[in-house]
């Protein structure tokens, strides 16, 4: 299966989804290319397809490559209804190739695959390993499709596969960097208004109407970045660069907070603009070292 097939696959998140053979994950429409992403907690994943027609049973078995995720390669087993055993992709005795897929920009290990016409009917696919454990990727169907409604869900499942599957921390970035867009974004925008506020009077009396304006989006964003941050902490208290940067977070909140008094009552000629432009570094900085640390 070449990489741009790959690239092309419908991605379905299944983890956390108990299934069985009573309950399995059902796989509509067979033979477009679809992902399944899974994690084995302790038992097999069921799959079942069900088709009034022949068609083309393509299956192939992935596993994602990160650092920290581990475990068994897996294994599928196709089933007929009747319970005869189709084929048997057996992780164990197969080559992995690495590979890398580029709609998602992730790494993979491709293992055994499957592609044969099959009569209409019930088949079941049974994902394994010894233990039952990891995290694995099934890819189902070669014919590419991508049409609006599936590239929409695409825009919302995959940031969730980078957490889920490959253990990237996309959902606390999200609201790390909304914090800090909402706040160093209203002090970027002062800090221009105070520039402006050296040519007149009028300019200064309307740079202290905008931080009143700004005055509630800049404190949500230090509220939700300071949730977020001390939330990243408590995974991790003991990270020096985190720990550090914790201090410099209490010194921005209380920085933002002085600053914000000054302008409130500044005079035309009295402007705070060094202190507001240290203010904007120093939340650079902090941007920065929370990359780091996240």
Same mark, same amino acid.
């Given at each position: 299966?070449?990489?741009?097939?790959?690239?092309?696959?419908?991605?379905?998140?299944?983890?956390?989804?108990?299934?069985?053979?009573?309950?399995?994950?059902?796989?509509?429409?067979?033979?477009?290319? &679809?992902?399944?992403?899974?994690?084995?907690?302790? &038992?097999?994943?069921?799959?079942?397809?069900?088709?009034?027609?022949?068609?083309?049973?393509?299956?192939?078995?992935?596993?994602?490559?990160?650092?920290?995720?581990?475990?068994?390669?897996?294994?599928?087993?196709?089933t007929d209804s009747s319970g005869r055993t189709i084929a048997l992709l057996d992780g164990k005795k197969s080559g992995w190739m690495p590979m890398f897929e580029e709609f998602g920009g992730d790494y993979y290990l491709q293992?055994?695959?499957?592609?044969?016409?099959?009569?209409?009917?019930?088949?079941?696919?049974?994902?394994?390993?010894?233990?039952?454990?990891?995290?694995?990727?099934?890819?189902?169907?070669?014919?590419?499709?991508?049409?609006?409604?599936?590239?929409?869900?695409?825009?919302?499942?995959?940031?969730?596969?980078?957490?889920?599957?490959?253990?990237?921390?996309?959902?606390?970035?999200?609201?790390?960097?909304?914090?800090?867009?909402?706040?160093?974004?209203?002090?970027?925008?002062?800090?221009?208004?105070?520039?402006?506020?050296?040519?007149?009077?009028?300019?200064?009396?309307?740079?202290?109407?905008?931080?009143?304006?700004?005055?509630?989006?800049?404190?949500?964003?230090?509220?939700?970045?300071?949730?977020?941050?001390?939330?990243?902490?408590?995974?991790?208290?003991?990270?020096?660069?985190?720990?550090?940067?914790?201090?410099?977070?209490?010194?921005?909140?209380?920085?933002?907070?002085?600053?914000?008094?000054?302008?409130?009552?500044?005079?035309?000629?009295?402007?705070?603009?060094?202190?507001?432009?240290?203010?904007?570094?120093?939340?650079?900085?902090?941007?920065?070292?929370?990359?780091?640390?996240?």
């Open positions: 299966m070449s990489i741009c097939a790959v690239s092309a696959h419908q991605p379905r998140l299944e983890a956390g989804t108990n299934s069985s053979m009573d309950n399995p994950i059902v796989i509509q429409n067979p033979e477009i290319s &679809q992902a399944f992403y899974g994690n084995l907690n302790g &038992q097999p994943d069921y799959y079942k397809i069900t088709s009034d027609k022949p068609f083309k049973l393509y299956v192939n078995i992935l596993v994602p490559q990160s650092p920290g995720i581990n475990g068994d390669f897996v294994s599928a087993q196709i293992g055994p695959e499957f592609s044969q016409n099959v009569s209409a009917g019930t088949y079941y696919i049974k994902v394994f390993n010894a233990g039952n454990t990891g995290k694995y990727s099934m890819a189902v169907g070669d014919i590419e499709s991508f049409p609006a409604d599936e590239s929409l869900k695409a825009i919302i499942t995959i940031p969730l596969l980078k957490e889920q599957i490959f253990g990237k921390p996309v959902t606390t970035l999200f609201f790390e960097f909304l914090g800090i867009i909402l706040a160093l974004g209203s002090i970027m925008v002062l800090f221009a208004m105070l520039i402006l506020s050296k040519k007149s009077e009028e300019i200064t009396q309307l740079t202290i109407k905008v931080n009143s304006a700004v005055k509630p989006v800049l404190w949500l964003g230090i509220l939700i970045t300071a949730v977020v941050w001390i939330y990243v902490m408590f995974k991790d208290p003991l990270n020096i660069v985190g720990i550090i940067n914790t201090i410099l977070l209490v010194i921005l909140i209380v920085l933002s907070w002085y600053i914000g008094s000054k302008i409130a009552k500044m005079k035309f000629g009295k402007l705070p603009l060094i202190r507001t432009a240290v203010l904007a570094i120093l939340w650079l900085i902090f941007v920065y070292w929370a990359i780091a640390v996240i």
